[in-house]
């Protein structure tokens, strides 16, 4: 192993062996710290698949960790591997998707659902703000409609009990 | 002639105006999603899955043989016109039929591609029919220890032969039995991973695991990168001349032998006969120097064989309850949300409605044929949607579909986890679905472990107590040991030359 000369291609590629790594340890934390999981209940206890699927992981964490130092990457299915992220448009959606979440029930899907979708629009880099706006509220009023006339399934109104 | 009894009592069940009514509303929404830039059939299966909720079990599958069938064809538009395949299963079709749309037979294209997915179609299920008993009676006679080593293989062939990393494969499937851990133990009522949060009791709803990693992975990898979209090629209304369906049924049939067996096994999928499909069809051709210019044999029997391995899947999935690809794992999950176990019981306990299902393969594909060989111009229509509005929609609708399952704004932020997840993996090259399968087919195999090893009153052995374990451990060892093999042979042949 003299000659393997450390190089590595692509140092944030250590995410993937962190994140591994680190649901490993969480599932030994979970696994020990449970007080029914340690008591013998015949021969495969609670604790014995957590336990192998933290092996795989922290293995697979490990054998991923030598492969980024000898040079190697996880090459994706489309794109180039070095290609510049465009954290700013993952972030938007993350937080228009969270946000959406946390407002559900508050606000009504009328109000959340089109506000998450005009978002969206936003952040894949729509900037027609006037008709972006319209085709939000035409398609969350819409959508409210089909799921509760169409499939019988109520989506919470929210602030707009009583219009819709 | 029992299957061809029960077939036909499948029919007449399935047969009543509202069922075709739902068959040709799946087909319709099928396609339209389908047909979408970057949604592929697993994707459009899963985020539709709401949409049968209320329905009852039957007409809900119907319904859902509609969406799978409008959904595959969908992606075959996609990968002809506007060469972006939405699913790796499509990828060998949009090669050729790209080409082709490129010298203006976009018609022809699409028209092998329909016809030919309708042939493979009707002869993969009338192999299920034929099949199906069969299959789940030899499937009956299988205990637990054989059901464990069929899941191992499962798990291991999955792993190690999607993506172009085994330990990237593998990292997936262990992230994958981690999510499915999630909840109570059903053995011993012990939480695991429940962080005390109440939600988390019952586990994650595959649905939500199957839309967060597919469809908001998938959009926010799209996002993640500046990259230009494709422009479409417009199109025609599809048909064939009689020198282009002289050179469409060999391939057709041929990928159709290719796909049914291929779709069966767990390690199988439509990527590899699709892509020997391929390769048989350049072999075979009397004009090769076609290929790689537009040969309508290059679209014909991939498309065949992409159809009857979905066929063979649908096959192990109903009878062995064993998903082999991601459209039937998400398929599984519809069943499991109906209180519906597939498996070999299933044909016993639920004759009518397997049947029914059966017959609705077939009354799925013949209705996409008659209602998209005439509507494929418009569907053409649909890539020209802007990117932001599709992905807005797709976001859009998978919160809604999320939400609708439970009714819980907290499944929101678990569905968004997994999606972050997703778009880790598809940005460093881990493959998704060991990730699904392990959700899936995970607690499944601990039961099947536990019954065995409870049987035998602890003793290990008795995973590898029958032949059929044995085989299948041996066969799971050469598959595994298979790249290593093949490059020591090498080796020494090339050693041999040179010395």
């Given at each position: ?19 591994l790594?680190?649901?490993?340890a ?8 449970s007080?029914?999981?340690?008591a ?9 698949v957590?336990?192998i699927?933290?092996t795989v992981l ?16 996880g090459?994706p299915?489309?794109?180039?591997p070095?290609e ?13 998707v ?20 005009y ?12 008709k ?33 | ?9 499948g029919?007449s069940?399935?047969?009543?105006p ?51 069938y ?37 018609a ?18 009338s192999l ?20 464990f ?6 798990f291991?062939?999955?792993a ?29 009522g ?9 939600q ?15 469809a ?16 479409p ?13 002289g ?16 779709g ?9 006969p699709?892509f ?6 350049r072999k ?29 899947s649908?096959?192990?999935?109903l ?23 597939p498996?070999?019981?299933?044909l ?8 029914t299902l ?5 009354i ?15 569907w053409?229509?649909l890539?020209?949607?802007?990117r ?20 819980q704004?907290?499944d ?8 972050v ?10 493959p ?7 959700v ?9 472990l ?8 602890g ?7 029958s032949?059929f ?5 041996v ?22 030359i040179?010395?």
């Open positions: 192993m003299s000659e393997s000369r450390i190089r590595v291609e692509r140092p944030s590629e250590f995410v993937v062996v962190a994140l790594v680190g649901i490993a969480v599932l030994v934390w979970d696994t020990v710290g007080p029914d999981a340690v013998p209940q015949g021969p495969v206890t609670t604790a014995a957590p336990l699927a933290a922290g293995l697979c964490g490990v054998g991923i960790a030598v492969d980024l130092l000898r040079g190697g990457q090459v299915d489309e794109g180039r070095g510049r992220t465009n954290w700013r448009g993952v972030l938007s959606v993350v937080a228009a969270a946000l959406c979440a946390a407002a559900l029930e508050a606000v009504g899907w009328v109000v959340a659902g089109a506000v998450l979708f978002l969206c629009l936003y952040a894949f880099g729509s900037r027609q703000p006037a972006d706006l319209v085709v939000s509220v035409v398609l969350a009023i819409a959508s409210f409609y089909l799921f509760y006339l169409g499939l019988g399934i109520p989506l919470p109104p929210g602030v707009l009990a009583g219009v819709l | 002639m029992d299957a061809l009894q029960s077939l036909l009592d029919f069940a399935a047969l009543v509202a069922n075709l009514l739902y068959a040709a509303l799946g087909v319709l929404i099928g396609t339209a999603v389908g047909v979408l830039p970057g949604i592929g059939t697993s994707l459009s299966v899963a985020l539709l899955l709401p949409l049968t909720y209320s329905l009852e079990p039957t007409a809900a599958f119907i319904m859902f043989t509609g969406i799978f409008g959904g595959a064809y969908g992606g075959s538009t996609t990968a002809i016109l506007l060469n972006t395949p939405g699913e790796s299963s499509t990828v060998v079709t949009a090669i050729e039929g790209n080409l082709m749309a490129k010298r203006g037979l976009g022809q294209a699409l028209a092998t591609a329909a016809i030919g997915s309708f042939i493979a179609g009707t002869i993969g299920s299920l029919v034929v099949s199906a008993a069969p299959l789940a009676e030899l499937a009956l006679g299988l205990g637990a220890p054989e059901y080593a069929i899941m191992v293989l499962a291991v062939s999955v190690a032969v999607l993506g172009a990393s085994r330990l990237r494969g593998f990292a997936s499937l262990g992230l994958g039995l981690t999510i499915g851990m999630v909840g109570l133990d059903p053995q011993t012990a939480q695991r991973l429940t962080f005390g949060v109440p988390l009791i019952d586990g994650l709803d595959i649905v939500l695991v199957a839309v967060g990693v597919f908001v992975g998938e959009a926010l990898w799209v996002v993640s990168r500046r990259s230009a979209p494709a422009r090629i417009p199109v025609g209304r599809p048909w064939l001349s009689r020198d282009e369906v050179r469409s049924w060999g391939p057709w049939l041929r990928g159709t032998a290719l796909g049914f067996p291929f069966a096994i767990p390690a199988g999928g439509a990527e590899i699709t020997l499909s391929y390769v048989t069809e075979l051709s009397r004009r090769p120097e076609e290929f790689g210019k537009g040969a309508i044999e290059g679209v014909a029997g991939p498309e065949a064989a992409n159809n009857s391995s979905a066929a063979g649908i096959a192990s999935m009878t062995l309850g064993l998903p082999t690809s991601a459209t039937t794992a998400v398929m599984l999950a519809a069943f499991t949300s109906y209180g519906i176990q498996g070999p019981q299933l016993e306990s639920q004759p009518a409605l397997v049947w059966i017959a609705s393969l077939f799925g594909n013949t209705m996409l044929l008659l209602i998209n060989l005439p509507l494929a111009p418009m053409a229509k890539l020209r949607i802007p932001p509005y599709l992905f807005a929609s797709i976001l859009f609708f998978a919160v809604l579909g999320t939400y609708a399952v439970n009714a704004p907290l929101i932020a678990f569905m968004l986890s997994i999606g997840l997703g778009f880790v993996m598809r940005k460093f090259g881990m998704t679905l060991p990730l699904v399968i392990g899936i087919l995970g607690p499944r195999a601990e039961v099947q536990r019954r065995a090893l409870q049987i035998s009153d003793d290990f052995t008795v995973l590898v107590s032949p374990t044995v085989v299948l451990y066969g799971l060892a050469v598959l595994v040991a298979w790249p290593a093999l093949v490059r020591a042979l090498r080796h020494r042949s090339r050693e041999a040179s010395g």
